[in-house]
């Protein structure tokens, strides 16, 4: 167990809907990062904040944002969902904000239908 | 670009053969270097990392990896395979060293376990 918690656990949805990703990082990280993981992309990262903050951005759609709150969980926010948005969604944690380890959470498996 | 290749997507071994998993990484930079494992179903675990210093680091559950500047190399080994270590492997590399965040990672080696 990493310490690093995700809900839902599954999610089954339509095309065009919206739905969130929450995640708990370890007792004591500053830092969050989303990561999706898709047959055909692989594990790509998507976003990071730190303590609050938007820190590094990566190959994030527009139709996604995220946000970290006062109590350092964070959520994932997908709109206007397609068939391709179906993945396994990982939340990572670290201490600091750069270039330590990351700690993953269990994931949240998306499917669009 | 960054990028990791991971020479192989699947790899298949007999119980108590060596493991080796391959990774490449392309960086003008010396990044710091990750083994993760991903068990069905589950999240990614952390086997090793290369931050600085000795090049041959050691891991959970006897893996072990050698990092090779020159060779631009980061491959994985165990001497001894174990059932329990069918899973898959991925490697992952922080670009810029330790000014790096994200994690970029190669598109992973699944390795099979025979009795």
């Known amino acids: 167990d990493s310490g690093v918690t995700q809900t839902p656990k599954h999610l089954i949805t339509a095309t065009g809907q919206r739905v969130t990703l929450r995640c708990s990082p370890r007792?004591?990280?500053?830092?969050v990062y989303w990561y999706q993981q898709s047959l055909d992309q692989g594990l790509q990262f998507l976003i990071q904040y730190y303590n609050g903050e938007e820190r590094a951005k990566g190959n994030i759609l527009e139709r996604f944002s995220a946000q970290q709150f006062p109590d350092l969980h964070s959520e994932l926010n997908l709109s206007s969902l397609e068939l391709g948005d179906s993945a396994l969604y990982f939340c990572?944690?670290?201490?600091?904000?750069?270039?330590?380890?990351?700690?993953f959470g269990p994931g949240t498996r998306l499917l669009v239908l | 670009a960054q990028s990791v290749t991971q020479l192989g997507s699947h790899v298949s071994v007999s119980e108590g053969a060596l493991v080796l998993l391959r990774c490449n990484y392309s960086?003008?930079?010396?990044?710091?270097l990750f083994w993760y494992v991903q068990y069905p179903n589950q999240g990614l675990q952390l086997l090793l990392k290369?931050?600085?210093?000795?090049?041959l680091v050691k891991g959970i559950n006897g893996f072990e990896a050698e990092f090779k500047k020159s060779e631009t190399s980061f491959h994985l080994t165990k001497p001894s395979a174990h059932m329990s270590d069918a899973a898959e492997y991925f490697c992952a590399v922080t670009p810029l060293g330790g000014a790096g965040t994200a994690l970029i990672f190669g598109k992973g080696t699944t390795l099979s376990v025979s009795s």
């Open positions: 960086s003008s930079v010396p990044p710091y």
């Open positions: 990572a944690s670290s201490v600091g904000v750069a270039a330590e380890t990351q700690y």
């Open positions: 007792s004591g990280d500053l830092s």
């Open positions: 290369y931050t600085t210093g000795a090049t």
